[in-house]
């Protein structure tokens, strides 16, 4: 895999609501990466737009710690979509 660049945390922008960072790309879309994924170890923030791919720098007990009530990734219940078919039979 090719790396773009190497870019540090403190210059990546945090969202809150959807708890990913993401910092600018230069096909005019945006890097972004969840924050359970930095938790998780990786380190490869991906532009959906482009195959352009970047290297966060960062450590890990420097991440905002989960917000009280947060369930951490590996124990948030999955929601899945039941197939049309099965909702339009009902």
Known sequence: MSIYDEIEI???TFDKTLQIYH???PCGDRF?????DLRDGQDIAVC????????VIFDRE???????GQKPADQQQKVVAAPAAAVAAA
């Open 48 to 55: 959906p737009s482009c195959s352009l791919t970047i290297k």
């Open 10 to 12: 403190e210059d990546l």
């Open 23 to 25: 910092y600018p790309c």
């Open 32 to 36: 972004e990466i969840a924050i359970d």
């Open 62 to 68: 420097d991440l905002p710690k989960p917000e009280a």
